[in-house]
């Protein structure tokens, strides 16, 4: 049963700070990753999706890298920005094309 | 191109009564999904329909909770009798077949049973 973790579950930093949230999942048979950000009382924003067949994927200060064989995934956000400010979520699709997620990283930049 | 569109926005209910959620997807996506997200957790897949068949409807409590999409568009989110555990924010999704977790999410009904 694939398994999804983040840590840590909650991260503060000063504002211009570069920083990595980490993913990790049990089952190397997934389809794809993305990240996605979820501010409160907002639905779900997706950032970055990586295809199992890559290595990684940006946008913008935002880069996203994907080691299959070792089950894990990075975010990292380069120059954080009070606007960064949010919860960060990781999902996978699994071997039956279902979203397995994470329970997330609640991220806070401090000005 | 208009988002995913949910309502109500935010319910409070007293336990054993009931509530309906709506949910209009994005045009021409076949796909659609209720989640349960609980404070802290990540979302947790109640029911996906295709069209107006449904999917995997494993994780949904069926003595309390019932879906469903006539026409293959919108949709209805029901709980009867509601429980305190069901407190939580219901968030529908859609997308096109074919794309495997490319979905695309409303902005989720919160739900608060006292």
């Known amino acids: 049963k694939q398994e999804v973790t983040q840590i840590p579950a909650a991260l503060s930093v000063p504002e211009g700070e570069n920083l990595v949230l980490n993913c990790s999942f049990t089952d190397s048979a997934i389809y794809n990753l993305q990240w996605f950000r979820q501010d409160p009382g907002k639905g779900l924003t997706s950032l970055l999706l990586i295809q199992s067949s890559q290595r990684e994927q940006t946008s913008g200060r935002l880069n996203a890298s994907l080691d299959k064989s070792s089950g894990r995934s990075t975010l990292y956000i380069a120059a954080s920005q009070p606007g960064d400010s949010a919860t960060y979520l990781c999902?996978?699709?699994?071997?039956?094309?279902?979203?397995?997620w994470g329970a997330g990283t609640k991220l806070i930049i401090k000005p | 191109e208009a988002g995913v569109a949910q309502s109500p926005r935010y319910k409070i209910i007293e336990k054993r009564q009931s509530v309906a959620f709506w949910c209009n997807p994005i045009s021409g996506h076949a796909t659609l999904y209720w989640y349960q997200q609980i404070l802290g957790q990540g979302p947790k897949l109640l029911i996906q329909f295709q069209n107006n068949g449904v999917v995997d409807d494993s994780q949904l409590p069926k003595d309390r909770f019932s879906a469903e999409r006539l026409k293959g568009v919108d949709s209805t989110l029901k709980i009867q009798p509601a429980k305190l555990e069901d407190s939580a924010v219901y968030l529908c999704?859609?997308?096109?077949?074919?794309?495997?977790?490319?979905?695309?999410f409303g902005p989720g009904t919160r739900l608060t049973v006292t």
């Open positions: 999704a859609s997308s096109l077949v074919g794309t495997p977790g490319e979905q695309y």
């Open positions: 999902a996978v699709v699994d071997s039956n094309y279902q979203l397995i």
